[in-house]
């Protein structure tokens, strides 16, 4: 397994306005520098009044594919 550890701050209005596409993308960049291209519907479960904010860890199998996606 890998964990990946990073800081995501996309107000509300934002978000959805630009990630509201089914193949939508969100790209971001861990604590150690490495970008990770993620889909857009694996952030809704975390999307408040107030948009995505706070720390996340993103856990990934062996061969990097999505196991689980976290709030810290």
Not at 10 to 21: C, M, R, W
Not at 22 to 50: H, W
Not at 53 to 60: A, H, P, Q, S
Request: charged share 15%; net charge positive; hydrophobic share 45%.
């Amino acid at each position: 397994m890998n964990q990946y550890y990073f800081t995501l701050n996309i107000p509300y209005q934002t978000f959805v306005a630009h990630y509201s596409g089914a193949a939508s993308s969100v790209l971001v960049v861990t604590d150690n520098g490495i970008r990770i291209q993620l889909p857009a519907i694996r952030f809704r479960p975390f999307l408040s009044q107030i948009g995505l904010k706070g720390r996340f860890r993103l856990i990934t199998d062996q061969n990097n594919k999505f196991v689980k996606l976290e709030v810290l």
